[in-house]
Each structure stands twice: as structure tokens, then as C-alpha cells.
Nanobody
Framework: QVQPVESGGGLVQAGGSLRLSCAAS????????MGWFRQVPGKEREFVAA????????SYAESVKGRFTISRDNAKNTVYLQMNSLKPEDTAVYFC????????????????????WGQGTQVTVSS
């Protein structure tokens, strides 16, 4: 079992960068696939990026490909989301999810597949 805690959100101008971190408690963090999702009021939680527990497999939403990079450091029980070339439409609350990986290259892209969630961190991109 893991408990994710997000940090690193804030206010940034369009074109700027932010790096989100998700620190997950629990000794078995390296067994868990991790994902980043985002949500704006009135809409469903939207997939952003996912990474397998090995770190060897990743997936991105089309809207963030080439701008965002997901990575993880299993020694630090932390997953990161580097966000570059930010746009106003990236404004949302960003959530980190964790789910047991079963296979070293397994990742999940649907919010319903995740059992553990953090509280979220607000990202606001001004135009």
C-alpha cells in the first residue's frame, strides 16, 4: 500500500515550466505503476502521463506529448512530472495515482484503474 502526496504546483506564465513531485510512502513503491492526471471543475479526471514501476515504459496524453516528461526515482519513492511550454489550457488540479504494477513494464492510463490517490496540487498558467 502507498500513499501519494503531490507538491510543486503554482502559478506560472504561458511558456514557462514547472516540475511536480509525488512522494509516496510505503516500502513497496517500486512495485507500483504511477500516473499523473488533471481535473478542472465540472469535468472528469483526465489522463496526463503514466510510468511503469521499472521506469522503462511511459505513456502520454496527446495534448502534452513533447512538452511533459514523467520520470521516477525508486530510491526516493518519488515520481516527477516535468512540464515545459505550459499553456493556459494546462490549468488544473494535478493528481498523482498509484496502482500495483504486476509487470515491470505495466502502466495504466484510466483513472478507474488506480487504487491510491494524492490530494492534488493546483497548477495555474496565465496568458
Amino acid at each position: 500500500q502507498v500513499q501519494p502526496v503531490e507538491s510543486g504546483g503554482g502559478l506560472v506564465q504561458a511558456g514557462g515550466s514547472l516540475r511536480l513531485s509525488c512522494a509516496a510512502s510505503g516500502r513497496t513503491f517500486s512495485d507500483y505503476a504511477m500516473g499523473w492526471f488533471r481535473q478542472v471543475p465540472g469535468k472528469e479526471r483526465e489522463f496526463v502521463a503514466a510510468i511503469s514501476w521499472s521506469g522503462g515504459s511511459t505513456s502520454y496524453a496527446e495534448s502534452v506529448k513533447g512538452r511533459f516528461t514523467i520520470s521516477r526515482d525508486n530510491a526516493k519513492n518519488t515520481v516527477y512530472l516535468q512540464m515545459n511550454s505550459l499553456k493556459p489550457e494546462d490549468t488544473a488540479v494535478y493528481f498523482c495515482g498509484a496502482q500495483y504494477g504486476y509487470h515491470r513494464e505495466k502502466y495504466y492510463t484510466a483513472a478507474r484503474e488506480y487504487d491510491y490517490w494524492g490530494q492534488g496540487t493546483q497548477v495555474t498558467v496565465s496568458s
